[in-house]
């Protein structure tokens, strides 16, 4: 038998004390599905309003700023996604200050305040900080609490909740999509970030509500623990995601441009997206639920 060393024995006993807690919620059960839900939402106002800005990118080539090159344009959504990943490292010291759930209220803030300001812009550069930086770092803030759920609340079913909760990217561009075509088409632009601010304080208001550790939780002060990069294997992970990230984004945001271009309606372009929305929600499901058969 082998040797049980003194970390392990204080680490069963640690998880043993926390067990047998008069508090103890166990994973995968009741309370677990609510988190879930919020992670849905989360996602869904994240990468979900994220991916629905090629409606709105498609009005600004055509009608807002039809007299700026497209390069010039392209930086308010290369700002939002570049701040919406880089915003991870972050949030991590910000959970571990001030906790899960003052850590999500601060992400709601700050990304409901960038959509807001972006309804009184009217110029490139005020969209590229409010709809690109500040509602870029605000949605990396909740988008980050919202993947740290799983890990937290499941063990049994976390791979197949994992791409459920990341569904709701798909399930955010599958209805965003053609709402915010018809608000900008009766209401006009300023109307649809006054809409989303609304539903993004909503929906992830209940992320802010429902959220919290079900065990305690040890932080390290590092914002990136730098040794990770000598394994050969995260680098490999880091190009993959680097690449696999520049395919999707590239292709969801310039979509439906590309068919207005070809002659065909802002309508049909936003059916385009929906469509892609739905076969994306079924992919990230069920990679969920055949990652631990096949393997990651």
């Known amino acids: 038998m082998p040797a049980v060393t003194k970390a392990e024995q204080g680490s069963k006993e640690d998880l043993s004390n926390i067990t047998h807690d008069q ?19 989360t996602l869904t106002m994240t990468f979900g309003v994220m991916n629905s800005f090629g409606v709105v990118q498609n009005y600004y080539l055509q009608t ?44 709601t803030i700050v990304a409901s305040t960038g959509l807001l300001l972006a309804s009184f812009s009217s110029k ?12 870029g770092l605000g949605g990396a803030i909740n988008l980050n609490v ?12 976390r791979s197949l909740v994992i791409g459920i909760i990341l569904a709701g990217t798909a399930i955010g ?9 018809i608000v900008l088409n009766n209401l006009g632009a300023a109307w649809v970030y006054r809409i989303l601010a609304l539903l993004y304080v909503t929906l992830t208001g209940y992320s802010w509500a429902v959220c919290k550790p079900r065990i305690p939780l040890n932080f390290t002060n590092k914002i990136m623990d730098l040794s990770k990069l000598k394994d050969p294997v995260v680098i490999l992970l880091l ?3 680097y690449f696999t990230a520049a395919g999707y984004i590239l292709h969801i945001l310039y979509f439906p ?9 802002s309508s049909q372009a936003a059916n385009a997206v929906m469509a892609f929305s739905v076969f994306s929600a079924f992919g990230r499901i069920s990679s969920g639920q055949l990652a631990p058969y096949l393997g990651s």
Do not use: H
């Open 23 to 41: 508090n103890y919620i166990p994973p995968d059960t009741g309370y677990a599905w609510f988190v879930m839900l919020a992670g849905i939402l």
């Open 64 to 107: 807002l700023f039809a007299s700026e090159p497209a390069r010039k344009i392209a930086w308010i959504s290369t700002m939002a996604q570049t701040c919406i990943y880089l915003g991870g490292l972050i949030a991590t010291p910000l959970i571990a200050k001030y906790g899960i759930k003052n850590t999500n209220m601060i992400g």
């Open 124 to 135: 490139i550069w005020q969209f590229v900080l409010t709809q690109g930086i500040i509602f």
């Open 146 to 157: 919202a993947l740290l759920m799983p890990a937290l609340w499941f063990e049994k079913k």
């Open 173 to 181: 561009s599958l209805i965003l999509t053609p709402m915010l075509n």
């Open 239 to 241: 190009i993959t995601g």
């Open 257 to 265: 441009p590309s068919v207005v271009a070809s002659g065909k309606s």
